[in-house]
């Protein structure tokens, strides 16, 4: 990602590094479905020995066909990693970039590492079609270069809080869940499914273009830090919606999410309020 912002022209690095994260989002999001056709019919270890070959072609693609980037400093590797500290001290706008979008990863990591387990005992649906709902949420990841335009247009700061905001709602509509029959349920789940995809990932691109602006000469370093952030909202996510499913079921997982979008909502609009 920050190789597509280093190339890309300043008037349009929002709505290039769009275009990268629709192909990284949807990919990840029909892995989803692949993985869960794939582990029905033939096994997971199946799915684990296509992703290392696939892992392995994409190297090896990457390392004929991408440029060669000059370092941007010449120091030790012990030093960047020490200036990791400085820049998470010194910009601001980062730790509540990073902030933001980590809550919004709990959200969703909460979702959808519950998603197969509600599917499978509310519906008794399996893991193909459990799977299947990651088109749901690539469709909403294909609006990525759109926000990246909307960021270039009127200010990443914008598009992060209608994002966070889309997310928010998307998830409180699953608390209707219980009042609709099971065809209207289904139809609802893929529909929040499809809008919160869509804030996580309008966010986290106007994110990116937001940090990346900081300091040019250490994008590298700004989205290491962005997404150790976005990594550990999601394994925390993970963690914490089992325990709400086990514990609260299924509106436990709902709350916890809504929770978590309102609260990267609150840190967005703490933002603007603090830049004013």
Known sequence: ?????????ERSRGKTVGTVMTGLLVGILLSRVVSG?????????????????????????????LPRFAPGTSVSYPRLLLS????WRHHQTLRRAALAQGLLSVGFSAFWSTLALMLS??????????????????????????????????????????????VTISFALMFLLPLLPMPAQLALIVLCTIGFDLGVQATLVAHQTLVYGLAPEARSRLNALLFTVVFIGMATGAALGSLALAHWGWNGVVALSTLAGAAALAVRFASRHLKN
């Open 84 to 87: 990791l500290v400085h820049l």
């Open 1 to 9: 990602m920050p190789a597509s912002a280093a190339l890309a022209p």
């Open 37 to 65: 056709v794939v582990a029905e019919y033939f096994g997971w270890r199946t799915m684990y020995m296509i992703a290392a070959l696939a892992v392995l072609l994409i190297t090896l693609t990457l390392w004929r066909v």
């Open 121 to 166: 005992d509310r519906f008794h649906l399996d893991s193909a079609v459990a799977g299947a709902f990651g088109l749901a949420g690539a469709a909403g990841a294909m609006a990525a270069p759109l926000a990246g335009s909307f960021a270039d247009r009127i200010g990443p700061a914008r598009v992060t809080q209608a994002g966070a905001a889309l």
